[in-house]
């Protein structure tokens, strides 16, 4: 199903941009998070028309690396390389998914310190969710450009991670 641009328009409150400066920097590191936060709305707004609101970017993620790893054991620390993540914070981030139901840990019987992360129906069922709602949104980015300027888009991108990496 093509989605249409004319409807995927959300709602905005145009007095905020009363109060927004019109001379904002056009450096490049500022456009990237302008268009970032533009993109991760887009996301919110299309994971709740499909019913996964109350799942973070930073879930979705996880999710998506579990699912893609089901096969195999994974542990906390896979997760904090995959991501570069402090160990800290994905303890944080995995207890909040445990407790939505998202993921299980369990203990793997050769250290009982490790805990296996292991994804739930409903995490796969959330994971499925947002995938969607991420293709929607990238459906609707790529609706934006060319196919020669997405590819160039892309290309820019991946060289900027690279050299910054």
């Known amino acids: 199903m093509a989605i249409q641009p004319s409807n995927l328009s959300l709602p ?3 007095t905020i941009f009363k109060k927004v400066p019109k ?3 056009q450096v490049v590191p500022a456009q990237i998070r302008r268009v970032n936060n533009l993109i991760s ?3 919110n707004h299309y994971s709740r028309l499909n019913g996964v609101e109350d799942v973070t970017a930073m879930h979705g993620w996880i999710l998506a ?3 893609e790893c089901r096969d195999r054991e994974v542990f906390q620390r896979d997760v904090e390389r995959a991501f570069s993540i ?5 303890t944080n981030i995995l207890q909040l998914m445990e407790k939505k139901g998202y993921i299980r840990r369990v203990s793997v ?3 009982a310190r490790l ?3 292991v994804l739930t129906e409903e995490g796969a069922r959330a994971h499925q969710q947002i995938m969607l709602s991420l293709r929607q949104t990238d459906q609707c980015i790529a609706s934006l450009l060319t196919e020669e300027e997405n590819a160039e888009l892309l290309r820019l991108l991946n060289k900027l991670r690279a050299g910054l990496e």
């Open 12 to 14: 905005v409150d145009k």
């Open 23 to 25: 001379d904002l920097p």
């Open 41 to 43: 709305r887009r996301v």
């Open 65 to 67: 690396f579990l699912y």
């Open 86 to 90: 402090t160990r800290s914070t994905v």
């Open 109 to 111: 019987p050769q250290d």
């Open 115 to 117: 805990k296996r992360l």
